[in-house]
Protein backbone atom coordinates (compact mmCIF):
# COMPACT_ATOMS: atom_id res chain seq x y z
CA UNK A 1 0.00 0.00 0.00
CA UNK A 2 0.95 3.60 0.12
CA UNK A 3 3.28 4.93 2.70
CA UNK A 4 5.44 8.06 3.45
CA UNK A 5 9.10 7.63 4.88
CA UNK A 6 10.36 10.90 6.75
CA UNK A 7 13.91 11.27 8.14
CA UNK A 8 13.77 10.79 11.82
CA UNK A 9 14.10 13.73 14.55
CA UNK A 10 14.39 15.68 16.53
CA UNK A 11 16.47 17.93 13.88
CA UNK A 12 18.16 20.89 16.46
CA UNK A 13 19.46 24.32 14.47
CA UNK A 14 20.84 27.55 14.80
CA UNK A 15 18.65 30.45 13.79
CA UNK A 16 19.65 30.80 9.81
CA UNK A 17 20.49 27.41 9.19
CA UNK A 18 19.74 25.74 6.12
CA UNK A 19 16.81 23.40 6.72
CA UNK A 20 16.45 20.11 4.66
CA UNK A 21 13.92 17.15 5.99
CA UNK A 22 13.98 14.29 4.01
CA UNK A 23 10.57 12.55 2.60
CA UNK A 24 10.29 9.69 0.28
CA UNK A 25 6.83 7.59 -0.74
CA UNK A 26 5.84 4.72 -2.21
CA UNK A 27 2.32 4.95 -4.00
CA UNK A 28 0.38 3.83 -7.18
CA UNK A 29 -1.23 5.91 -9.48
CA UNK A 30 -0.62 9.62 -9.28
CA UNK A 31 -0.55 11.27 -5.79
CA UNK A 32 -1.00 15.12 -4.77
CA UNK A 33 2.00 15.23 -2.18
CA UNK A 34 1.71 17.53 1.43
CA UNK A 35 3.97 19.37 3.82
CA UNK A 36 1.89 19.46 7.07
CA UNK A 37 3.51 22.04 10.26
CA UNK A 38 2.13 21.81 13.84
CA UNK A 39 2.83 24.29 16.35
CA UNK A 40 3.31 23.22 19.96
CA UNK A 41 -0.55 22.62 21.41
CA UNK A 42 -1.84 23.71 18.04
CA UNK A 43 -3.62 21.15 14.91
CA UNK A 44 -1.71 20.82 11.37
CA UNK A 45 -1.82 23.37 9.10
CA UNK A 46 -1.20 22.83 5.40
CA UNK A 47 2.39 24.32 4.67
CA UNK A 48 2.57 23.47 0.93
CA UNK A 49 1.63 21.06 -1.75
CA UNK A 50 2.24 19.92 -5.16
CA UNK A 51 -0.01 17.69 -7.09
CA UNK A 52 2.07 16.28 -10.15
CA UNK A 53 5.52 15.50 -10.94
CA UNK A 54 7.58 18.52 -10.86
CA UNK A 55 5.48 20.94 -9.52
CA UNK A 56 7.54 23.19 -6.92
CA UNK A 57 5.35 23.82 -3.38
CA UNK A 58 6.64 27.19 -1.90
CA UNK A 59 5.58 29.24 1.09
CA UNK A 60 6.82 31.11 3.85
CA UNK A 61 10.30 30.49 2.72
CA UNK A 62 9.56 26.78 2.57
CA UNK A 63 9.87 24.65 -1.05
CA UNK A 64 9.77 20.95 -2.12
CA UNK A 65 9.81 19.74 -5.34
CA UNK A 66 7.73 16.68 -6.10
CA UNK A 67 10.18 14.26 -7.76
CA UNK A 68 8.49 11.23 -9.65
CA UNK A 69 11.62 9.61 -11.04
CA UNK A 70 13.37 10.14 -6.87
CA UNK A 71 10.23 9.28 -5.08
CA UNK A 72 11.11 12.50 -3.36
CA UNK A 73 9.33 15.67 -1.45
CA UNK A 74 11.94 16.94 0.47
CA UNK A 75 11.31 20.28 2.63
CA UNK A 76 14.14 22.74 2.38
CA UNK A 77 14.16 26.43 3.90
CA UNK A 78 17.10 28.12 3.38
CA UNK A 79 17.75 30.40 6.90
CA UNK A 80 15.45 28.94 9.71
CA UNK A 81 14.24 31.42 12.35
CA UNK A 82 13.16 30.32 16.13
CA UNK A 83 9.18 30.37 15.05
CA UNK A 84 9.80 28.15 13.11
CA UNK A 85 10.28 25.36 15.73
CA UNK A 86 7.23 22.81 14.95
CA UNK A 87 6.95 19.07 14.15
CA UNK A 88 6.49 18.77 9.87
CA UNK A 89 4.84 16.10 8.36
CA UNK A 90 4.93 14.82 5.07
CA UNK A 91 1.83 13.53 3.36
CA UNK A 92 0.41 11.67 0.61
CA UNK A 93 -2.84 11.70 -0.86
CA UNK A 94 -3.37 9.18 -3.37
CA UNK A 95 -5.65 8.37 -6.42
CA UNK A 96 -8.70 6.28 -4.80
CA UNK A 97 -11.84 8.12 -3.41
CA UNK A 98 -11.53 7.63 -0.09
CA UNK A 99 -9.54 11.45 0.70
CA UNK A 100 -7.40 9.31 2.78
CA UNK A 101 -4.11 11.74 3.59
CA UNK A 102 -1.35 8.89 4.28
CA UNK A 103 1.42 11.01 7.05
CA UNK A 104 4.96 10.03 7.63
CA UNK A 105 5.95 9.80 11.15
CA UNK A 106 6.77 13.73 11.53
CA UNK A 107 10.00 15.28 12.79
CA UNK A 108 10.37 17.62 15.38
CA UNK A 109 12.46 20.82 13.96
CA UNK A 110 14.20 22.78 16.85
CA UNK A 111 15.58 25.75 15.95
CA UNK A 112 18.01 27.79 18.66
CA UNK A 113 18.72 31.28 18.98
CA UNK B 1 -15.69 31.21 9.41
CA UNK B 2 -14.61 29.19 12.23
CA UNK B 3 -12.94 26.31 9.99
CA UNK B 4 -13.04 23.21 11.81
CA UNK B 5 -13.91 23.34 15.52
CA UNK B 6 -13.36 20.06 18.42
CA UNK B 7 -14.83 20.10 21.73
CA UNK B 8 -13.84 19.11 24.23
CA UNK B 9 -10.20 20.45 24.31
CA UNK B 10 -9.20 18.17 27.04
CA UNK B 11 -10.86 14.40 28.38
CA UNK B 12 -10.02 11.94 31.04
CA UNK B 13 -12.11 9.22 31.28
CA UNK B 14 -12.09 6.17 33.07
CA UNK B 15 -11.73 2.27 30.97
CA UNK B 16 -15.39 1.16 30.03
CA UNK B 17 -16.98 4.79 29.78
CA UNK B 18 -18.11 5.94 26.65
CA UNK B 19 -17.93 9.42 24.87
CA UNK B 20 -18.82 11.58 22.17
CA UNK B 21 -16.03 13.97 20.46
CA UNK B 22 -17.64 17.20 18.59
CA UNK B 23 -16.42 18.02 15.12
CA UNK B 24 -18.03 20.84 13.12
CA UNK B 25 -17.32 22.69 10.30
CA UNK B 26 -18.83 25.94 8.32
CA UNK B 27 -16.94 26.00 5.09
CA UNK B 28 -20.01 23.69 3.54
CA UNK B 29 -17.74 21.11 2.58
CA UNK B 30 -18.60 17.67 1.71
CA UNK B 31 -15.68 15.68 2.86
CA UNK B 32 -15.00 15.30 7.10
CA UNK B 33 -12.75 12.47 8.30
CA UNK B 34 -10.86 11.33 12.14
CA UNK B 35 -7.35 10.44 12.58
CA UNK B 36 -5.98 10.10 15.72
CA UNK B 37 -1.96 10.46 16.62
CA UNK B 38 0.28 9.11 18.72
CA UNK B 39 3.74 9.29 19.12
CA UNK B 40 6.22 8.25 16.45
CA UNK B 41 3.26 6.77 13.99
CA UNK B 42 1.85 10.29 12.36
CA UNK B 43 -1.87 10.31 12.46
CA UNK B 44 -3.82 7.80 11.00
CA UNK B 45 -7.47 7.66 9.59
CA UNK B 46 -10.05 6.32 12.05
CA UNK B 47 -13.18 6.91 10.33
CA UNK B 48 -14.01 9.20 7.26
CA UNK B 49 -17.41 10.32 5.48
CA UNK B 50 -17.59 12.00 1.81
CA UNK B 51 -21.07 13.80 2.32
CA UNK B 52 -23.95 13.61 4.77
CA UNK B 53 -25.75 10.03 5.32
CA UNK B 54 -22.39 8.31 3.95
CA UNK B 55 -19.49 7.12 6.47
CA UNK B 56 -16.41 4.25 5.76
CA UNK B 57 -13.75 3.22 8.00
CA UNK B 58 -9.73 4.03 7.76
CA UNK B 59 -6.76 2.16 9.34
CA UNK B 60 -7.91 1.98 12.45
CA UNK B 61 -11.53 1.89 13.15
CA UNK B 62 -11.98 -0.78 16.08
CA UNK B 63 -13.65 0.51 19.14
CA UNK B 64 -14.81 3.87 17.05
CA UNK B 65 -18.49 4.53 15.76
CA UNK B 66 -19.61 7.36 13.88
CA UNK B 67 -22.75 9.05 12.06
CA UNK B 68 -23.12 12.12 9.25
CA UNK B 69 -26.45 13.26 9.50
CA UNK B 70 -25.21 16.80 8.50
CA UNK B 71 -23.22 17.91 6.34
CA UNK B 72 -21.66 20.58 8.92
CA UNK B 73 -21.42 17.81 11.70
CA UNK B 74 -19.27 14.64 12.45
CA UNK B 75 -18.61 13.10 16.31
CA UNK B 76 -16.90 10.74 16.68
CA UNK B 77 -17.91 7.70 19.68
CA UNK B 78 -15.92 5.71 21.96
CA UNK B 79 -18.11 2.59 23.09
CA UNK B 80 -15.96 1.78 25.95
CA UNK B 81 -12.74 3.65 26.26
CA UNK B 82 -9.70 1.79 26.60
CA UNK B 83 -6.32 2.66 27.49
CA UNK B 84 -4.83 1.85 23.89
CA UNK B 85 -7.14 5.08 23.20
CA UNK B 86 -5.22 7.77 24.82
CA UNK B 87 -4.45 9.41 22.05
CA UNK B 88 -4.81 13.33 20.54
CA UNK B 89 -7.45 13.16 18.22
CA UNK B 90 -7.93 15.27 15.00
CA UNK B 91 -11.16 16.27 12.71
CA UNK B 92 -10.21 17.08 9.66
CA UNK B 93 -12.44 18.63 5.66
CA UNK B 94 -11.93 19.03 2.63
CA UNK B 95 -14.45 20.51 -0.14
CA UNK B 96 -14.17 16.92 -1.39
CA UNK B 97 -12.29 13.60 -1.72
CA UNK B 98 -10.30 14.58 -4.65
CA UNK B 99 -6.89 13.95 -3.76
CA UNK B 100 -5.45 17.47 -4.53
CA UNK B 101 -7.67 18.95 -1.99
CA UNK B 102 -6.31 20.80 0.79
CA UNK B 103 -8.00 18.94 4.11
CA UNK B 104 -8.08 21.77 7.22
CA UNK B 105 -7.38 20.29 10.67
CA UNK B 106 -9.46 21.41 13.90
CA UNK B 107 -7.31 22.21 17.13
CA UNK B 108 -7.81 18.62 18.39
CA UNK B 109 -8.96 16.48 21.69
CA UNK B 110 -6.49 15.66 23.42
CA UNK B 111 -7.83 12.29 25.49
CA UNK B 112 -6.32 9.99 28.11
CA UNK B 113 -7.88 6.66 29.20
CA UNK B 114 -7.01 5.56 32.38
Known amino acids: GDSVTQMEGPVTLSEEACLTI???????????LFWYVQYPGEGLQLLLK?????DKGSNKGFEATYRKETTSFHLEKGSVQVSDSAVYFCALKGSSNTGKLIFGQGTTLQVKP | NAGVTQTPKFQVLKTGQSMTLQCAQD?????MSWYRQDPGMGLRLIHYSVGAGITDQGEVPNGYNVSRSTTEDFPLRLLSAAPSQTSVYFCASSYNAVNYNEQFFGPGTRLTVL
Open chain 1, 22 to 32: NCTYTATGYPS
Open chain 1, 50 to 54: ATKAD
Open chain 2, 27 to 31: MNHEY
